[in-house]
């Protein structure tokens, strides 16, 4: 069971290049989401997703794009990257217990460090 | 808006001393969630505790407790006898049950970066 884990681990980019980060759960989790972590900021939420084929817009989701086309997989892209997006990226997920309402825990991933030159 | 507010940007100790990290949220809404992380300079996130609004009951795990008050809005962190091990970043967050149309999201405070100095 290796949890969340998160594709890849370092990257670095040029102005207007474009990317892939690949998020993937092997906890059958609903909910999975894509946080980015900048200096004095804490964690921000960029989009979240609470099943196969849904996404939504968290806090800062500008610059980004997501698809969610299986359950175990959250895909996080950058079209035109910017040194604005340099940051370290989390990718989490949570059960969805039943009866509904009810938030669980959100477990987090490693961490994909991405710099934008 | 929901919001958490760690006001201690850094906090540094000497091995064995107690120390409290503070907590404080604002949110409208009866039912909500807080949650500790975490985060060691290896860079990941480890899921600590989580608490429902219901419950202000306080909690003990071994070195670490846990005081949730609501009349203050505060979730405050002890950790007893302090280690080097305990250095580390901690986050508090707030979460919002989604029955309420809420969205399904975690809101972080900054953090608060604990040393342990031997």
């Known amino acids: 069971n290796a949890g969340v884990t998160q594709t890849p681990k370092f990257r670095v980019l040029k102005t207007g290049q474009s990317m892939t980060l690949l998020c993937a759960q092997d906890?059958?989790?609903?909910?999975m989401y894509w946080y980015r972590q900048d200096p004095g900021m804490g964690l921000r939420l960029i989009h979240y997703?609470?099943?196969?084929?849904?996404?939504a817009k968290g806090e800062v989701p500008d610059g980004y794009n997501v698809s969610r086309l299986k359950k175990q997989n959250f895909l996080l892209g950058l079209e035109s990257a910017a040194p604005s997006q340099t940051s370290v990226y989390f990718c989490?997920?949570?059960?969805?217990?039943?009866?509904?309402?009810?938030?669980?825990?959100?477990?987090f991933g490693p961490g994909t460090r991405l710099t934008v030159l | 808006a929901q919001k958490v507010t760690q006001a201690q940007t850094e906090i540094s100790v000497v091995e064995k001393e107690d120390v409290t990290l503070d907590c404080v949220y604002e949110?409208?809404?009866?039912?909500?969630?807080l949650f500790w992380y975490k985060q060691p300079p290896s860079g990941e996130l480890v899921f600590l505790i989580r608490?429902?609004?219901?419950?202000?009951q306080n909690e003990i795990s071994g070195r670490y407790s846990w005081n949730f008050q609501k009349s203050t809005s505060s979730f405050n962190f002890t950790i007893t006898a302090s280690q080097v091990v305990d250095s580390a970043v901690y986050f508090c967050?707030?979460?919002?049950?989604?029955?309420?149309?809420?969205?399904?999201?975690?809101?972080f405070g900054k953090g608060t970066k604990l040393t342990v100095n031997p």
């Open positions: 608490r429902n609004s219901f419950d202000e």
């Open positions: 906890m059958n989790h609903e909910y």
């Open positions: 997703s609470v099943g196969e084929g849904t996404t």
């Open positions: 949110t409208r809404d009866t039912t909500y969630y």
């Open positions: 967050a707030l979460s919002e049950d989604w029955t309420q149309g809420g969205s399904e999201k975690l809101v």
């Open positions: 989490a997920s949570s059960p969805r217990t039943s009866g509904g309402g009810r938030i669980d825990t959100q477990y």
